[in-house]
Nanobody
Framework: QVQLVESGGGLVQAGGSLRLSCVAS?????????TGWFRQAPGKEREFVAA????????NYASSVKGRFALSRDNSKNTVYLQMNNLKPEDTAVYYC?????????????????WGQGTQVTVSS
């Protein structure tokens, strides 16, 4: 069982930056978990943002954030980081961390078994 806790959300002006963190706990070898970020804006479906492989060597990004967001992980700290730069009002959403044991990178929600409670990111224009 894996518990995920996100932090780092907040209110920022357009063009600003935030770094989200996702810390894993429980009976887990976090280095064996593919980890992803998803987001859900008001009135919209939850959507894929980015994912990172178990080693951190491979990442995948949604086209809407590619070049602005960067995903990294520190397995010694059971933590994944989402660095968000040049934020836009359309990035406003609740951001969720998700994890799955092993396997390939995925953009599909159903392939992730564990989810955090989410952290709110609000970007003002």
């Amino acid at each position: 069982q894996v518990q995920l806790v996100e932090s780092g959300g907040g209110l920022v002006q357009a063009g600003g930056s935030l770094r989200l963190s996702c810390v894993a706990s429980g009976r887990t070898s976090f280095s064996m978990y593919v980890t992803g970020w998803f987001r859900q804006a008001p009135g919209k479906e939850r959507e894929f943002v980015a994912a990172i492989s178990t080693t951190g060597r491979t990442t995948n990004y949604a086209s809407s954030v590619k070049g602005r967001f960067a995903l990294s992980r520190d397995n010694s700290k059971n933590t994944v980081y989402l660095q968000m730069n040049n934020l836009k009002p359309e990035d406003t959403a609740v951001y969720y961390c998700a994890a799955r044991y092993g396997g390939r990178l995925s953009e599909a929600e159903y392939e992730f078994n564990y989810w955090g409670q989410g952290t709110q990111v609000t970007v003002s224009s």
